[in-house]
């Protein structure tokens, strides 16, 4: 069965410091991976996404995410975080092949900028 | 592209009632989705459909919710009989074409209270 995996349920750091989220993921193949972010009371917004070709990925707001079959991993990455940057992150797999976009997500991790 | 709409923001309901919630997706996306969020945990898939046509159902989803997209537009996901672990925020989300490569776009959810 597909599943998810974001080891970190809460991460704090300080403002202009790097950043790397974890997100380890179950799947027979090499899924569709996304990275979303949430705002307290709001939906989520897509941050990145990797489908396939090169396993470095940019996104929207200085983000990155570094795609490695090896280790099943795709973790989120920012040189220097902003205090507007905290939030919950969310790590996605979707199918590949059939007709669902269905995504499977993990639970999430938090986080905190302090300044 | 005004994004996915979704009303009511929040509802408060006792025990017992019945509640319905309405998503408007973006305009010509056929695509709907309807995920569950709970506290601490990533959303999880309840339902979808292709225009009109309600093609997978998750388990999550008990004889006590019904969703309908009776024109291939807005949703409305109703919940009867609710109960106290029916409280979550209910996201919806559409896409503009089937396949695991077509991000999906999130409301900002209903978030429920049964008291």
């Known amino acids: 069965a597909q599943s998810v995996t974001q080891p970190d349920i809460h991460i704090t750091v300080s403002e202009g410091a790097s950043l790397e989220l974890r997100c380890n993921y179950s799947?027979?193949?090499?899924?569709?991976l996304f990275w979303y972010v949430q705002s307290p009371g709001q939906g989520l917004q897509l941050l990145l996404k990797?489908?396939?070709?090169?396993?470095l990925v940019q996104g929207i707001k200085g983000f990155e995410a570094e795609f490695k079959r090896s280790q099943s991993s795709f973790n989120l990455r920012k040189p220097s975080v902003h205090w507007s940057d905290a939030a919950e992150y969310f790590c996605a797999v979707g199918a590949r092949g059939g007709a669902t976009n269905k995504l499977i997500f993990g639970t999430g991790t938090l986080l905190a900028v302090q300044p | 592209d005004t994004g996915v709409s979704q009303n009511p923001r929040h509802k408060i309901t006792k025990r017992g009632q019945n509640v319905t919630f309405r998503c408007d997706p973006i305009?010509?996306?056929?695509?709907l989705y309807w995920y569950r969020q709970t506290l601490g945990q990533g959303p999880e898939f309840l339902t979808y459909f292709q225009n009109e046509a309600q093609l997978e159902k998750s388990r999550l989803l008990s004889d006590r919710f019904s969703a309908e997209r009776p024109k291939g537009s807005f949703s409305t996901l109703e919940i009867q009989r609710t109960e106290q672990g029916d409280s979550a925020m209910y996201l919806c989300?559409?896409?503009?074409?089937?396949?695991?490569?077509?991000?999906?776009?999130f409301g900002n959810g209903t978030r429920l209270t049964v008291t």
């Open positions: 990797y489908f396939s070709g090169d396993t």
């Open positions: 989300a559409s896409s503009p074409r089937q396949g695991g490569n077509s991000p999906l776009h």
């Open positions: 799947y027979g193949a090499t899924p569709y």
């Open positions: 305009s010509e996306h056929n695509r």
